[in-house]
């Protein structure tokens, strides 16, 4: 086994564990690569272990990588802050948009889709314990939202994505019941199925509280050399 092999079976089987021991199904939580700052070989390495969603967060980064590892099928996440000016390329270029917190960047992201394309599966990000840092919205506007957002043509709502601050397990179970709300009050938006929350450092406590998808990058790849 490869040591990008070996880590990725590491990390499943963490998952497994977090979902045995909570009653949960395996296959209800996936496992998505966050890969910021690491190269397209490594990516490929990963990919050739059997992993085929990546995250990443910056977008020209993040499209440089793409266009090196164009003859590989990946699921592309982009899990950044999705600033304004930014979304035309997010659209052509991901399959998920995982940091979404207002309806004009949605808006934005259905209207510049490209029409060959499937509809761009989509996360709102919100905001569960108030930070200061402005990305996400308030838990009370997330109904809104998903009332609007739902109407759009070329995206599918998805469900909600979330990052506490370190040790905020209590976030992760407010940010489940929060998604749940949804599925009642709008009469299960057709796709609603994917609360994105966890990191290396809490995905079991994540998985405890109803991830979907954990984000994993230093647990996967090692730490990040921003340098
Ligand atoms: C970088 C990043 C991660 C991965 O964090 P690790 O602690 O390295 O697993 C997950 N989610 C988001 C939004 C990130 O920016």
């Avoid at 990725?8 to 045995?20: D, G, P, T």
């Avoid at 793409?66 to 000016?85: A, C, K, M, P, T």
């Avoid at 996360?123 to 930070?131: A, E, L, S, Y």
Wanted: net charge negative.
């Amino acid at each position: 086994m490869t040591d990008f092999a070996l880590k990725r079976q590491q990390i499943l089987s963490k998952i497994e564990a977090a979902c045995k021991k909570n009653a949960r199904k395996f296959e209800e939580v996936q496992l998505l690569a966050v890969s910021k700052t690491h190269t397209a070989d490594v990516l490929r390495q990963m990919h050739t272990a059997g992993q085929h969603s990546f995250g990443e967060n910056y977008l020209q980064e993040a499209l440089a990588k793409q266009e090196q590892l164009q003859d590989l099928s990946i699921e592309w996440h982009f899990i950044g802050h999705v600033q304004r000016n930014k979304t035309k390329p997010l659209a052509a270029h991901f399959d998920w948009i995982h940091g979404v917190d207002r309806l004009i960047i949605a808006e934005r992201l259905s209207s510049q889709r490209p029409d060959d394309l499937s509809p761009l599966n989509l996360c709102i990000q919100v905001n569960i314990d108030g930070q200061d840092s402005k990305d996400g919205c308030a838990p009370e506007d997330v109904s809104e939202l998903v009332q609007q957002i739902s109407q759009l043509p070329n995206i599918c709502l998805r469900g909600l994505m979330v990052i506490p601050k370190p040790d905020n397990t209590a976030a992760f179970t407010a940010a489940k019941t929060l998604f749940d709300q949804v599925k009642v009050q709008h009469a299960h938006p057709e796709h609603w199925n994917t609360l994105s929350m966890g990191m290396s450092s809490d995905l079991e406590e994540a998985i405890a509280a109803g991830s979907t998808l954990v984000r994993i990058g230093t647990a996967l790849f090692g730490a990040r050399d921003y340098s």
